[in-house]
């Protein structure tokens, strides 16, 4: 047995065999015992077949991102040893099943220690079904790491409660089956990790549920989606909610349909808001200048995956950058926002809600696959918000024309009024128009209106909060980052600080006014910079230098669909930068 700080257990196996459910319900476990935990999922755009693979990184300590070597791996193939070999250590141990799916386990030349389990004979002896053999692994698994298997049982209750009393009691059954197999047949835990009493102050949620979540907190009241990876979840998420939460959830026909509905709700007067993946973004560009030249307000969530086109639906990317902050028919007002963590997922779209009504433009909240779905622990939320209207003309008045003013061009922001407002009335369409609504042509006009509009950019500015933030005394290296990378780099941090590296970190979760200021400062902080980021070109880089006139030539990139792991991170920074004498 060893002493660790954290514990790191995978599985890994063929989609369909309940792989999935298996790592929620590990995760579950960790998380009950007190401890923080990171889940993140690997699976092909397949119905059944493929290689997917579930892990879980837990301990007493915050913990931010996943991890390379494993302590325990479940491989219920033979694949499941073949393809990660390289993570294991001496000291880890690998759960098979040689009856079942004939593994040689000398020809792989493992460096640890391996344990055969007969999971699908130990699951159809306590009279449940061959997928039930995930849950024999998973009383395995608690035995190796040293965790409560009543704790399981709990999380088995909980999670399929729904299915009965009866599959829950098979569940139960097969995982006491492999807790009692290892147990009898001289197995030993590998991990000896610092247990903590039960807490009722965090949650443990993925970043697309806390989305969903800090949007209900925010006040939404009707979300439009066509699904597509990685924003799917997020319409499952509120549907599920919709009745309990009186909002209204459609499933469009398409994203054309999706972005004029809610573009329909906002006009209407409720906060609305919009989600989509990359490609479907692509189709709603119309509509958002659309509802950008009616000035109503608007959020989108937008989670990228790898392209062009389908690309790589279940995987993770960060190549959207540009096309977020540009895509548009001319040139038009938005604020775009790129939360980390669950935590900031859940606190951002609130604020985009508010920001959308504030300044009545359009809000993008750009997430990915990585962040969407991967599983964070967060604090405990307050359970009651409130939320004041902001530029509803409620006793509109007409003018000396008897139509009443709403593009007023005095001041960036007018109030609005909604449908039905007695005097009221004006005409939001997809044209250029003067200050009651109605189209024009003019040169003057379309210039008082385009600045207009415009300045609302000024007036986010000043509203912008500084970056997150975090430094060693002297750092050596500052990494730079947006969005979910913001995780790995955490990790990386503590690993180069126990290696005497001290460094600092500046990720952008407001990226849009761009933090001008703050950047340059830290630019020009006399440490040596890096760029870390998912994509090939540098986009983040890119706009650094399009905004500060400064160009970053250490630049760590990765577009292969998988995201950044801390210890890449590190060895870039050991193995490249240092070698430069910072």
């Not at 060893?2 to 890994?12: D, E, F, H, R």
């Not at 490609?279 to 009616?294: I, K, N, Q, R």
């Not at 385009?450 to 986010?460: D, N, Q, S």
């Not at 905004?547 to 210890?567: C, M, N, W």
Request: a neutral charge.
């Amino acid at each position: 047995m060893i002493n660790k700080n954290t514990l790191n257990w995978k599985v890994a196996g063929f989609a369909g065999e309940g792989i999935m459910t298996t790592g929620l319900l590990m995760s579950k476990t960790c998380a009950k015992h007190g401890w923080y935990i990171f889940d993140y999922t690997e699976y092909p755009s397949l119905i059944r077949g493929g290689h997917n693979t579930y892990q879980v990184h837990a301990g007493p300590e915050p913990i931010h991102a996943q991890k390379w070597k494993v302590d325990v791996l479940v491989a219920l193939n033979k694949n499941g040893l073949a393809f990660h070999k390289e993570e294991l250590t001496s000291e880890s141990m690998v759960i098979f099943d040689q009856e079942d799916d004939n593994v040689d386990i000398s020809i792989y030349n493992l460096a640890g220690k391996n344990f055969n389990v007969p999971m699908v004979k130990l699951a159809q002896k306590v009279g449940g079904s061959r997928v039930m053999a995930n849950n024999v692994a998973l009383g395995a698994s608690v035995f190796f790491l040293g965790l409560d298997l009543s704790i399981l049982n709990q999380v088995i209750a909980q999670v399929f409660s729904d299915k009965g009393q009866e599959v829950i009691n098979l569940n139960q059954k097969a995982a006491q089956a492999g807790y009692d197999f290892v147990k009898s047949n001289g197995g030993q835990p590998v991990v000896n990790l610092t247990k903590k009493p039960g807490t009722n102050n965090r949650l443990t949620l993925t970043g697309n549920e806390a989305t969903g979540l800090g949007a209900l907190a925010g006040g939404l009241s009707f979300y439009a989606a066509y699904p597509m990876t990685p924003s799917s979840s997020l319409l499952h998420y509120l549907a599920a909610k919709a009745s309990k939460a009186g909002i209204v959830v459609k499933h469009a026909e398409n994203e054309n349909s999706a972005v004029n509905m809610a573009i329909g709700a906002s006009f209407a007067g409720v906060k609305a808001m919009v989600g989509t993946a990359g490609g479907g973004f692509c189709y709603m560009t119309e509509g958002l200048g659309f509802a950008s030249v009616a000035e109503l307000p608007l959020v989108v969530f937008e989670g990228m995956r790898p392209g062009p086109a389908l690309g790589m639906p279940t995987w993770t990317a960060q190549g959207d950058l540009a096309f977020v902050l540009s895509a548009s028919q001319d040139e038009f007002p938005r604020i775009v926002l790129t939360p980390g963590d669950a935590e900031e997922a859940f606190l951002l779209v609130q604020k985009a809600l508010d920001l959308a009504e504030k300044y009545q433009l359009l809000v993008i909240v750009v997430s990915d696959k990585y962040l969407a779905e991967s599983r964070f622990t967060m604090p405990k939320p307050k359970t009651s918000y409130s939320h004041e209207r902001m530029g509803i003309d409620t006793k509109p008045q007409a003018d000396e024309s008897g139509f009443y003013p709403r593009y007023r061009t005095d001041q960036p922001v007018s109030q609005r009024t909604l449908p039905g407002t007695a005097n009221g009335g004006y005409i939001a369409n997809s044209y250029e128009h003067d200050k009651y609504g109605f189209a024009t042509e003019e040169g003057p006009e379309r210039a008082a209106q385009m600045e207009k509009r415009m300045k609302k950019m000024e007036l986010a500015t000043s509203g912008m909060p500084e970056q997150y933030y975090e430094a060693d005394a002297q750092p050596q290296v500052t990494l730079l980052s947006f969005g979910s990378t913001k995780n790995p780099i955490r990790a990386a941090r503590e690993l180069l600080h126990e290696e005497g590296i001290e460094s600092a970190m500046l990720n952008f979760s407001w990226l849009w006014p761009f933090p001008k200021d703050q950047v340059t400062k830290v630019l020009n902080s006399g440490s040596k910079i890096l760029v870390v980021e998912g994509n090939y070109q540098g986009q983040l880089a890119r706009l650094i230098t399009q905004e500060t006139g400064i160009k970053v030539s250490d630049q760590l990139h990765r577009y292969d669909g998988r995201p950044f792991f801390a210890e890449d991170i590190v060895s870039y920074v050991k193995g490249t930068m240092l070698k430069k004498k910072l």
